[in-house]
């Protein structure tokens, strides 16, 4: 399938806790800013993208636990200048403020990439 294709298929199918953060970033409701969903970007279909600020968000599912193909995906995606955020689909959705704090302070630059702070296997919200 196309990666276009792809992309409008996980659009159209996107899990709870994408809704639900779609329902937070879409129409500039994160401080004015812009975030695309499911963007096809090189060999890859990130869940949210913020272009300008260079910032990837992902929700993560329990198939991600430990997943070798994420790490290089991840790898692949920072080489290109991204900061990738990840967040476990319980967390968005109980803790949705903190997840959309998380989200604004990359986009400020305030915090450092999440690669340190989501040990494999135990990402989630620092602190």
Same mark, same amino acid.
């Given at each position: 399938?196309?990666? /276009?294709?792809?992309?409008?298929?996980?659009?159209?199918?996107?899990?709870?806790?994408?809704?639900? @953060?779609?329902?937070?970033?879409?129409?500039?409701? @994160?401080?004015?800013?812009?975030?695309? /969903?499911?963007?096809?970007?090189?060999?890859?279909?990130?869940?949210?993208?913020?272009?300008?600020?260079? %910032?990837?968000?992902?929700?993560? +599912?329990?198939?991600? %636990?430990?997943?070798?193909?994420?790490?290089?995906? &991840?790898?692949? @995606? /920072?080489?290109? +200048?991204?900061?990738?955020?990840?967040?476990?689909?319980? &967390?968005? @959705?109980?803790?949705?403020?903190?997840?959309?704090?998380?989200?604004?302070?990359?986009?400020?630059?305030?915090?450092?990439?999440?690669?340190?702070?989501?040990?494999?296997?135990?990402?989630?919200?620092? +602190?």
């Amino acid at each position: 399938m196309h990666p /276009r294709d792809f992309a409008k298929t996980l659009r159209q199918n996107m899990t709870d806790a994408e809704q639900l @953060l779609w329902k937070h970033l879409r129409a500039h409701r @994160l401080d004015g800013q812009k975030f695309r /969903r499911q963007q096809p970007m090189g060999p890859y279909i990130v869940d949210f993208v913020h272009f300008s600020g260079r %910032v990837i968000v992902e929700a993560d +599912g329990a198939q991600h %636990v430990e997943s070798d193909h994420d790490a290089a995906r &991840d790898a692949w @995606l /920072r080489s290109q +200048g991204y900061t990738v955020l990840r967040f476990w689909n319980n &967390d968005i @959705l109980q803790s949705t403020e903190a997840v959309l704090e998380a989200i604004y302070a990359a986009l400020r630059g305030a915090a450092p990439s999440p690669q340190p702070l989501f040990p494999r296997g135990k990402r989630g919200l620092p +602190g």
